[in-house]
Each structure stands twice: as C-alpha cells, then as structure tokens.
C-alpha cells in the first residue's frame, strides 16, 4: 500500500504541475500575443523612413570682392605756353615796318615825327598780332589713365532649412535645398533628403 500511496501522491504532483504549466503557458501566449499585435502596430511607423515638413528655406550668400585695376588711354587738351611771352618779336617787327611806313609819309621835321608815330603804332600792331596768334596754340596728348575697380560676387554657400518634427521646430544648415521634407531618423535629419 504504501508504493500505491506514493504513486498517486507523484501522480496528483505532476498533474498539479501539470495544470499550473498549462496556465502560465497560456498568459505568456497572451502577453506574446498582445506584445505581438502591438508591435505589429508600431512597425509601419518604425520600420520605414519618417520625414519632417520643411517649414522655410533661407539662402545662405557668400559676398567676396576682387579689386582690379582698369586703366585708359584719355586723349587731353591743354594750351602750350608761348615761347615768346612778352612778343617782343611781334612788337620790333611790327615797329621797324610802321617806321618804315611813316618815314616814306612825311618830309622835312614832320619826316621824323611820322616816323616815331609809325614805329609806336607799328609795334603796338605787332603786339597785338603775336598776341592773338598766341592763343591759338592748344596742343593734345594721349594720358594713360588707372583707376581700382571693385568686382563683387555673390555665390550661395548653404541654405538655412528650418524644418517641423513631432511638433517641434528645429533649423539646420545643409548643402542644397531640400525640398519641401526631409528624411530623419530618430528626430536628426538624414544624409538624403525627399522632394
């Protein structure tokens, strides 16, 4: 009696055992389950590439100056001074021909005085031609002219992109425009971007 005794005592064990197994079996499979399902809700989300709305893109300029120098050639005008600027000559030349003039016009003392006068307004004649023929010496010459020339150019360096994640507004600089999404992972924009 006692082995059947013992027996039915390992046997009524295993059957506990048993039954207790079978349930935590079945409320793992349903935690499994239910974890499973929820994955599964969660892996279209996860599982592809998310984008952010580009909210505004703002160019980023560069401004760079190149001085060169551009130079001329300027054709100038000025009055060559004259050579003989108290026209001496014109003033002899012309006294020695009103001498000569007045001298043939009068006889005896009125001779000499015709002469004088001859020769004074011959001279003031004189004067007065070289004078005007004075001003008319205007000479040109070819000047080389130079002046600093600033070239300016402007080029795009980056673009200042401001973007919306989750509802949260974050900017970052980036080499090209991206569109109007980019491509994140984890809340930091990715290397490629979506148009």
């Given at each position: ?13 295993a ?46 300029r ?5 001085p ?22 014109g ?14 016009v ?9 002469t ?21 010496q ?21 673009y ?27 809340g ?8």
């Open positions: 009696m006692n082995r059947l005794l013992v027996n039915a005592l390992y046997m009524g064990i059957a506990t055992f048993a039954v207790s197994l079978a349930a935590c079996n079945r409320d793992a499979s349903a935690e499994a389950g239910a974890a499973g399902a929820a994955s599964t809700a969660a892996a279209p989300a996860n599982s592809g590439p998310q984008y952010a709305k580009v909210v505004s893109v703002t160019p980023v560069s401004t760079t100056n190149n060169r120098q551009v130079c001329k050639d300027v054709v100038v005008n000025h009055t060559e001074p004259p050579k003989d600027q108290h026209r001496i000559a003033t002899a030349i012309g006294a020695v021909a009103g001498g000569l003039l007045g001298h043939m009068g006889g005896g003392k009125g001779k000499t005085l015709a004088v006068a001859g020769a004074v307004g011959g001279g003031y004649a004189g004067n007065r031609i070289e004078a005007a023929h004075q001003q008319g205007v000479v040109s010459s070819v000047e080389r002219r130079c002046e600093t020339v600033n070239d300016s150019s402007t080029k795009i360096v980056g200042d992109v401001k973007y919306e994640y989750n509802g949260v507004t974050r900017t970052t600089r980036m080499d090209h425009d991206p569109g109007d999404r980019v491509q994140v992972q984890q930091v924009i990715a290397v490629s971007d979506a148009r």
